[in-house]
């Protein structure tokens, strides 16, 4: 029997705050280079702002790669497309439940105490959540390839509806 191998990636969803508090900071460098003109000390000021700028739009691109081989689910987690983290990896045979997430299945889930883990990209349509043993609750955004996969291994814990 041969392994099935489905990857799927994903761009994160960012708070609103952070893209707010980025646009301040590029406005506030503006205005401090413009302000070097009268007070040319200001620069030290201006490059620190212009430093800080940077590291918050880099660290606020964020991508999930969800990897699924041999019935075990990898997150990683991908910073401005060039650093790589494993985030977590799930194996499927100690999954509970994995359905969409307005979907009736999660009914009797929705009332627990667990952890809650978002690893979901920034304008999905279908929001899956997947409830892990020991009290886990990590929402995704798969591919249809990767539901289907999901679907064969553990037919009885994947729902579509």
Known sequence: MSDVYVECLVQAKGSKST????VVLIILTVLCCLAMVIFPPIVVVA???G???????TFTQVEYEYLYLDKELT???IIAQSRRKKVATYSIDRMEIFAPENSYHLDNYKKRDVKTEDYSAAEAEVRYC???EGGAKVILSPTEDMVKALKNVAPRKVFND
Not at 19 to 22: C, E, P, R
Not at 51 to 57: K, L, N
């Open 19 to 22: 893209k707010i508090f980025q």
């Open 47 to 49: 490059v620190l702002l």
């Open 51 to 57: 430093v800080a700028s940077y590291f918050v739009g």
């Open 75 to 77: 997150i990683d987690r």
């Open 130 to 132: 997947m409830y892990y």
